[in-house]
């Protein structure tokens, strides 16, 4: 079974930086893309941030600039940090493990980020 755990949420202050970590266990970390997520209350969830096992990325042109996401294949690691936080960016982050082959998604319970002054 395919397992994810994020950490590293909490409160910033606005312009604040925050760095998201989520560990993999259950399989091979090197089979999933693997990606970011974050939703608001009563709003779609969005992507944030993605990235495969060959270290290409992927950010919407909202984020291009302000989230950086890399992977550590050894430590089944991916890691995502933000700069410049805003109000808007307050919302619960989560991990996302996609399987091409089997074409399923594995989630992981989330992390909250709250920007506040």
């Known amino acids: 079974q395919v397992q994810l755990v994020e950490s590293g949420g909490g409160f910033v202050q606005p312009g604040g930086s925050l760095t998201l970590s989520c560990v993999l266990s259950?399989?091979?970390?090197?089979?999933?893309?693997m990606g970011w997520y974050r939703q608001e209350p009563g709003k779609q969830r969005e992507l944030v941030a993605r990235?495969?096992?060959?270290?290409?990325?992927d950010y919407p042109d909202s984020m291009k600039g302000r989230v950086t996401i890399s992977r550590d294949d050894a430590k089944s690691t991916v890691y995502l940090r933000m700069d410049s936080l805003k109000y808007e960016d307050t919302a619960v982050y989560y991990c996302?493990?996609?399987?091409?082959?089997?074409?399923?998604?594995?989630w992981g319970q989330g992390t909250q980020v709250t920007v506040s002054s």
């Open positions: 996302n493990a996609y399987h091409s082959s089997y074409r399923r998604d594995y």
């Open positions: 259950g399989s091979s970390f090197s089979l999933y893309v």
């Open positions: 990235i495969i096992s060959g270290g290409v990325t």
